[in-house]
């Protein structure tokens, strides 16, 4: 096609809207998609998949991949841009921090566990002649814990050192981890609830939860607030400028600082552009609130814009599978997949039974986060927490600040292979390490004996 200007990018945007607009319209339809809250990105990510393999289309897997990867960086600038607004208020209000740690350590504890059940496999399967790159396996956890972006992001960078094909095994493990925590996660939840663990026992869901479009009557929440007259600029315009700026920023850090380190680790430091861009927007923030005008950036709309990022960000991924590639790998894929999905679950129902308080709405979160991303925890929850009257949703969001170093190190660490020449039995030990200083930390905070516990909500 010929064209005065360059369509590709815009091609590719259009066609993920398609496809969201499709999933939507599917999710408000079918009532199995409803049954076990599939989103719509998720739907529409999995039309785009099929789409993809027709020969219909003459779009690049590889731009979609781009764009996933830019979608993936901007959600982490604009949550590191959103200031908390009420979290103040309502920390008081619940007077506990024992959930969220909790809910952080046992990240601290399913992510070492993946990484070396996924590694023990890449060298079990090599004494049968299945012969994977040093960190296939290390993309479990990548996949389950951290979501598309990260795998898809860091699958690319180990694709530059001699992991082929690493993004698109990257996607389908963060692809079967969302199919665990909607197609094993509400069966879990619901089984709760009849069991009677649930806090509040539920009323029936309401019809637009189920369908996922309001009906026009409801009464919601503001998207956000005015922080410019519109006779200067647009709010949300603004909005996205400090995004994009922000991302500007964080580019021309990433350059300057590979500049002073060897070409293969320079290359390395654009995997982990989403990292260094949530530092930046959070100098930003604190340059902000120095200058007293903190409340130019709205924390609705940021919150606004990571959703929207997020969205566009799944149906892409999902779509960019290459099946060819997945096909190639079946086995080890499969395997992997099934002992993780498996373990992952045992760990968290275990944990999670252990709880003297909001045992099943803490359990059905973290069950989210560990094998999706932080809002598919929120959907679990909203299964046996309708009205979030727990503080589980506030838990959720104060677990991020927990985690960070315990998922940032672990990060880090599945280069250990690359980085550091370790062998691979030395990585999985070192993950073990990891998952037993999670377990020591759990039994110190007394996390292990009935604990978090907390108050009563009004």
Not at 15 to 36: I, P
Not at 68 to 95: K, M, P, Q
Request: include cysteine; aromatic fraction near 12%.
């Amino acid at each position: 096609m010929n064209t005065p200007f360059p369509f590709d990018g815009m091609l590719v945007f259009a066609f993920l809207s398609a496809l969201l607009l499709a999933g939507v319209g599917l999710r408000a339809r079918v009532g199995f998609f409803q049954h076990f809250l599939v989103p719509g990105c998720l739907i529409g990510g999995l039309m785009g998949l099929v789409l993809m393999h027709t020969g219909l289309l003459s779009l690049e897997t590889a731009t979609i991949e781009a764009v996933a990867y830019h979608f993936f960086n901007i959600s982490f600038i604009s949550v590191g841009l959103t200031h908390d607004d009420n979290g103040g208020e309502h920390a008081a209000r619940t007077g506990m921090l024992k959930g969220p740690a909790w809910m952080a350590l046992i990240q601290g504890l399913t992510f070492p566990m993946q990484a070396c059940l996924g590694g023990m496999l890449v060298i079990l399967l090599g004494w049968f002649g299945v012969g994977l790159f040093p960190t296939f396996g290390f993309l479990v956890p990548l996949g389950f814990n951290e979501g598309p972006g990260q795998a898809l992001s860091i699958g690319k960078v180990w694709e530059g050192v001699g992991f082929a094909d690493a993004a698109t095994i990257g996607l389908t493990f963060a692809a079967v981890g969302y199919f665990c925590a909607f197609f094993i996660g509400v069966p879990l939840v619901n089984r709760g609830i009849r069991t009677g663990r649930a806090t509040f026992a539920p009323r029936r869901l309401p019809g637009e939860f189920l369908t996922g479009i309001l009906d026009g009557k409801t009464t919601t929440e503001s998207a956000g607030r005015l922080t410019l007259h519109s006779g200067n600029a647009e709010t949300l315009a603004f909005q996205a400028a400090l995004v994009g700026g922000v991302y500007g920023l964080t580019a021309l850090a990433i350059a300057a600082l590979g500049r002073l380190l060897p070409a293969d680790v320079a290359g390395m430091l654009w995997g982990f552009f989403f990292f260094f861009g949530l530092g930046m927007a959070l100098m930003v923030k604190w340059i902000l609130k120095r200058l007293n005008i903190i409340h130019l950036a709205d924390a609705g709309l940021q919150r606004r814009i990571t959703g929207f990022s997020v969205d566009f960000l799944i149906v892409a991924t999902v779509a960019a599978i290459q099946l060819k590639i997945v096909w190639d790998y079946w086995l080890p894929i499969s395997l992997m997949a099934l002992v993780n999905g498996f373990f992952t679950t045992m760990l968290v129902v275990y944990f999670g039974r252990r709880l003297s308080a909001y045992s099943l709405e803490r359990t059905a979160a973290i069950f989210g986060v560990v094998t999706g991303t932080v809002s598919c925890g929120l959907l679990l929850l909203r299964i046996v927490d309708p009205d979030f009257k727990t503080p589980v949703a506030y838990e959720i969001a104060v677990m991020n600040v927990f985690a960070l170093p315990v998922v940032g190190g672990c990060t880090v660490l599945v280069n250990g292979p690359l980085w550091w020449h370790w062998p691979l039995w030395v990585g999985i030990l070192v993950f073990a390490g990891v998952g037993a200083a999670a377990l020591m930390a759990m039994k110190l905070l007394g996390l292990l004996d009935g604990a978090p516990a907390g108050p009563p909500p009004k």
